[in-house]
């Protein structure tokens, strides 16, 4: 059965990558978004080199790029404000090609959105996979309007997937990481001197410089799944009010009510596959990750672009989604993996189990820095498949 018709379920970065990248393959497509809005205005992330590849497929890198902030010190520091390991935004782009480029959450939706065909997304409108269909019959997914026959579902519907449940119904589903996070974006009046990371015990601070001034700043913290304090501002204060500056300077500024708490679970246990039937799991969907590698959407963006690459109007998806697969569910389980050892070196609170942390980061500042840069090489080396409007 031919692609006449492809749905993507969910709003999110990686939903509206795939939108982009099979709009980019001529195939069609709508986006349905349960929440009246696209994703909250109140945080920032990383676009680490591997994402800007693959966003240049999608015709937007050059757009993002633009919004970068280069920054001559960016790397991790104990809470006294001493260096342990350190780079420049300038070394990495040296040594991979690609910077890490800061940018809001929300200009990345909206450059996305903007590159789509007018009426491509639809928000406040929920949809829910019926059937997952096969390589005779349709899938079947249910929307506001009824029901609706495609050819593909790419399910980019969260953390708490409905379409992960429903294909793998076995599969244990998230586990609490044991951490939970703040975040923000403020707008201080200058930029920085340092930026990076603060690791103390079981926590750390973050501080990225944005476009226009502006600073986004986080937070992640051991605690029980599920706590919550009654003003989170003043949580944030007690946390890290002692650290170096300007962390907790950074975190006074934040507006209360604009402060984004989040608990952090993930797909520690990998699922069979990315794909069943005429559905493909994408992003937090397939492979939800801990935070502490910056690779939650960059993995999502690189899901959307292999998987359009291996589809086209007249595609077979008996062969192109266990392709998707194979391509896929090796290296995303690799990440989350890795996610999750990083979480676990920032979960260490005992004064010796400190020392030997700090001293190990020390160490590693020590080295060159294209030996320091190259333990990343696995991660930013990774290059996106090209699409039909590039062949």
Do not use: K
Not at 221 to 237: I, V, W
């Amino acid at each position: 059965m031919a692609l006449h018709q492809a749905i993507v379920i969910g709003g999110g970065i990686g939903g509206l990558a795939a939108a982009l990248a099979l709009h980019r393959q001529g195939i069609p497509v709508n986006v349905h978004e349960r929440a009246a809005a696209l994703e909250p205005v109140g945080a920032g992330l990383a676009l680490a080199p591997n994402a800007l590849r693959a966003l240049d497929r999608l015709g937007v890198g050059p757009r993002l790029r633009a919004l970068a902030t280069p920054h001559p010190a960016v790397g991790v520091r104990h809470p006294s404000g001493r260096w342990l390991a350190r780079t420049s935004t300038a070394a990495v782009e040296a040594h991979f090609g690609d910077p890490i480029a800061a940018v809001a959450r929300a200009d990345v939706i909206a450059a996305l959105v903007d590159a789509l065909p007018e009426g491509t997304v639809r928000t406040d409108s929920p949809a829910t996979v019926i059937d997952p269909g096969d390589h005779r019959q349709p899938a079947v997914v249910r929307t506001t309007d009824g029901d609706q026959p495609a050819g593909l579902v790419v399910a980019a519907d969260g953390i708490r997937s409905a379409t992960r449940a429903l294909l793998f119904p076995d599969h244990p589903g998230p586990r609490y990481s044991g951490f939970t996070t703040w975040r923000s974006i403020v707008t201080p009046g200058r930029r920085p001197a340092a930026a990076g990371e603060v690791w103390g015990p079981g926590r750390l601070a973050g501080i990225v410089p944005l476009a226009d001034d502006r600073i986004y700043v986080y937070g992640a913290a051991l605690a029980p799944a599920g706590a919550r304090a009654a003003s989170e501002h003043a949580e944030l204060q007690r946390l890290y009010g002692d650290w170096c500056a300007p962390v907790p300077q950074l975190f006074a500024m934040a507006e209360p009510d604009r402060i984004l708490r989040n608990d952090v679970w993930d797909l520690a246990d990998p699922l069979p596959a990315q794909h069943h039937g005429r559905v493909a799991l994408l992003g937090d969907a397939a492979h939800a990750m801990c935070p502490f590698l910056g690779q939650g959407a960059c993995q999502a963006i690189e899901d959307a672009v292999v998987l359009a690459s291996l589809l086209t109007p007249s595609a077979d998806l008996a062969t192109a989604l266990p392709a998707y697969t194979a391509a896929r569910l090796p290296r995303t389980t690799a990440v989350v993996t890795a996610s999750r050892r990083t979480g676990a070196l920032i979960a260490l609170r005992t004064p010796a189990a400190t020392l030997l942390r700090t001293t190990a980061l020390t160490l590693a500042g020590l080295l060159p820095t294209r030996t320091l840069l190259g333990r990343s090489a696995t991660l930013y080396n990774w290059q996106p498949p090209a699409l039909a409007a590039e062949r």
